[in-house]
């Protein structure tokens, strides 16, 4: 009987473990890859030269049913303390962010210009590297330079670039890609990462899915 019982317990971890890989390898791309083509995915971004060696790189993409012009004011004041990330806020309260999502557009938050900060919380966040209207955003962190300084080719710890393109139909396809560079120790850091991949993912398809409502809706 204890044979017996050890044998199934040996099955049952075996057959959680192939579980746990499957998913790894099925689950993990679409979530990366969320709303993106292949193409998509694999093409290169503004801002991707920026970090050198990412430890993580995800691409997501949604159609919005209005033109770029309708779309970009949404994305021009998102931050805490400005228009908020129309992700879900009362989870980013709950860790104290203090965040709340707008659902109008503010004329004095659309100025943006490089070197601005795009706050996360209590001053920490990213900074614009480039801010093309109605084309793309390029925001980027880094713990190389001091925030003031403009971050090189290499450089920046962390790029979040958002790219609006007019479809066929007159819509926008906008295309968020995020990369994230390595830190010492290594190990650590791919473990961070893990940790960090499904709350990104959660966080940020909510995010597209806000501004796609708000643009349209407007």
Known sequence: M???LTFALVILITLLAMLAVAGYFIVRPRILHWGATSLEASRAMAGDNLISDAILVTTRAISINVGPERVWPWLAQIGQGRGGFYS???LENLMGLGIHNYNQIVPSLQNLKPGDLIPFWRGAGVNVVVAEPRRFLVLAGSIIKPKEQTV???EAG???V???EESKTQGTRMIVRSRVAKFQPVWLSKLFMRVLEPMHFIMEQKMLRGIKERAERE
């Open 88 to 90: 879900y806020d009362w």
């Open 158 to 160: 962390g790029t979040w």
């Open 162 to 164: 958002f790219t609006l």
């Open 2 to 4: 204890h044979i017996t």
């Open 152 to 154: 090189g080719d290499g």
